[in-house]
């Protein structure tokens, strides 16, 4: 069984820039989370979906980032437009429910020139 | 508000040494904990996770963490340490209701000749 897919593994991008960042969650999980990941801050929701349906918008990053989840098996996060702030680690991670375990990606890294 | 806080960024051990990583989370009632492992260029691993009952819980690779209701601590411990475990390790909580996981800052391991 696969696990998440992320794709790509590396972004670069120069400011102003829109890019979009793809996931493919565990065939069968009904959870998927996207979570951005630096040194400082450590790990921040940016969005989690429940059966496609949005249940969490991470509250900082409405303005400029936007997840949707086209069918139960993938899921992109767009950045528009991106800042050299956004360099970061990009998570994608799943579950099947709210009792079982959350599996990640390996992550895209993006780097904002 | 839930939270989760991971007082020692960094620890360095000897191999051979038993390693204690402190876990302290913030919530009214007791939630599900976690702790995660990810080595470099890698996603979040699980280690293991508690829901209820028997307030030690034994994960992969010879971990363990003890849950105290009366701390609000859920720490890592392991008796014997090998260079291999060097990594960063996350704490986590998420709600029995079933929302996202919330993490700690993460704390970096070091494991020494």
């Known amino acids: 069984d696969a696990g998440v897919t992320q794709t790509p593994r590396h972004e670069v991008a120069e400011k102003g820039q829109t890019i979009i960042l793809k996931c493919e969650p565990v065939?069968?999980?009904?959870?998927l989370f996207w979570y951005r990941q630096t040194k400082i801050q450590g790990l921040e929701l940016l969005s989690y979906?429940?059966?496609?349906?949005?249940?969490?918008d991470g509250g900082a990053f409405k303005d400029r980032f936007k997840a949707e989840m086209l069918n139960s098996s993938f899921s992109t996060l767009k950045i528009q437009p991106t800042e050299p702030k956004d360099s970061a680690v990009y998570l994608c991670?799943?579950?099947?429910?709210?009792?079982?375990?959350?599996?990640f990606g390996k992550g895209t890294r993006l780097t904002v020139v | 508000a839930q939270s989760v806080t991971q007082p020692d960024a960094r620890v360095t051990v000897s191999e051979g040494a038993s390693l204690q990583l402190r876990c302290k989370y913030s919530?009214?009632?007791?939630?599900?904990l976690f702790w995660y492992v990810q080595y470099p260029r890698q996603g979040l691993q699980l280690l293991l996770k508690?829901?209820?009952?028997?307030?030690v819980v034994q994960g992969v690779n010879s971990f363990e963490a003890e849950f105290s209701k009366s701390n609000s601590s859920f720490h890592l411990q392991k008796a014997s340490v090998h260079w291999s475990d060097s990594a960063v390790y996350f704490c986590?909580?998420?709600?029995?209701?079933?929302?996202?996981?919330?993490f700690g800052t993460g704390t970096k391991l070091q494991v020494v000749p």
């Open positions: 991670a799943s579950r099947d429910n709210a009792n079982t375990e959350v599996f």
């Open positions: 065939s069968g999980h009904n959870d």
């Open positions: 979906f429940r059966s496609k349906s949005l249940m969490e």
């Open positions: 919530y009214s009632a007791t939630p599900y």
């Open positions: 508690y829901y209820s009952g028997d307030p």
């Open positions: 986590a909580l998420s709600l029995p209701s079933g929302t996202y996981q919330r």
